[in-house]
């Protein structure tokens, strides 16, 4: 408690936002976060009861539902990027929490196993952490449900940003494998991410896992790009 009051004392705290002093987000900023308030279908990305993917949208090996918290903009796209570029951990708290909060809107199943999108193993080392694991252990303690790394990163693609739809799906198709020796028949996964913008990387992970025999699959993600 000491060594944490003495950082916070010679680095302290400041919003990613609007930099001011005190916590990483602050109130003011903190009251201008956009959450989605109706859950949507993580296909086509309109309106959906509970976050299930629409009926129309729905294949064999299509996610079956959507969890998002927020758009990804302000203090929210700050703070991931921070995460994800400047190795500030303890910013993935606040990400999870804003999760936790809005998870009443969604009807995920009652038992699922948390899964985090990897990383290929060169990125991982580079970067020092994964942001999607430490998203996945924390929701994981927060509601006693279980996680494991079922899924590896069998090439390293090139970054989704700035791609088209069309472009993204190319360039993550066959990027993942199933970890040897892990059971996943009948069932539910809920796979973990920061962000989902065109839901192109959390589908082949979701075809990944349905083709091995998963029941149902979940995407979770802090925020909507």
Same mark, same amino acid.
């Given at each position: ?7 916070d004392?010679? !680095?302290p705290? /400041?919003?990613?936002s609007c930099?001011r ?5 602050? /109130?003011e ?11 949507i ?13 629409h ?9 079956d539902?959507?969890?998002v ?8 796209? /700050? ?5 994800k570029?400047?190795?500030?951990y303890?910013? @993935?708290?606040?990400?999870t ?9 969604f009807?995920?199943p ?5 899964v *985090?999108i *990897? &990383? ?8 020092? !952490? ?6 996945g252990?924390a ?16 090439r ?15 360039n993550?198709? @066959?990027? !993942?494998g &199933?970890?040897?020796?892990v ?5 539910? !996964?809920?796979l ?6 065109? @839901?192109?990387?959390?589908?082949e ?7 091995? @025999?998963?029941?149902?699959v979940?995407a979770i ?5």
């Amino acid at each position: 408690m000491a060594n944490n009051f003495l950082l916070d004392f010679l !680095f302290p705290k /400041r919003c990613v936002s609007c930099g001011r002093i005190g916590s990483y987000i602050c /109130r003011e900023c903190f009251s201008k976060i956009e959450y989605v308030e109706k859950p949507i279908c993580p296909i086509c990305q309109r309106q959906a009861i509970g976050g299930k993917t629409h009926p129309g949208c729905r294949n064999k090996y299509s996610l079956d539902g959507l969890v998002v918290a927020c758009r990804y903009q302000g203090a929210v796209k /700050r703070a991931i990027g921070k995460v994800k570029y400047k190795w500030v951990y303890d910013i @993935g708290k606040i990400l999870t929490d804003l999760l936790v909060g809005n998870l009443w809107r969604f009807d995920l199943p009652s038992e699922i196993i948390l899964v *985090p999108i *990897p &990383l290929h193993a060169k990125r991982e080392k580079w970067r020092g !952490f994964n942001q999607a694991k430490i998203l996945g252990e924390a929701l994981s303690k927060r509601f006693n449900q279980p996680y494991f790394e079922v899924l590896f990163r069998s090439r390293d693609t090139k970054s989704q940003v700035g791609l088209k739809k069309k472009d993204r799906l190319e360039n993550i198709k @066959g990027a !993942f494998g &199933l970890v040897k020796g892990v059971d996943i028949i009948d069932k539910n !996964f809920a796979l973990v991410d920061d962000v989902y913008t065109s @839901g192109a990387t959390m589908q082949e992970a979701c075809r990944v896992l349905k083709k091995a @025999g998963a029941k149902r699959v979940w995407a979770i993600a802090v925020a909507l790009g």
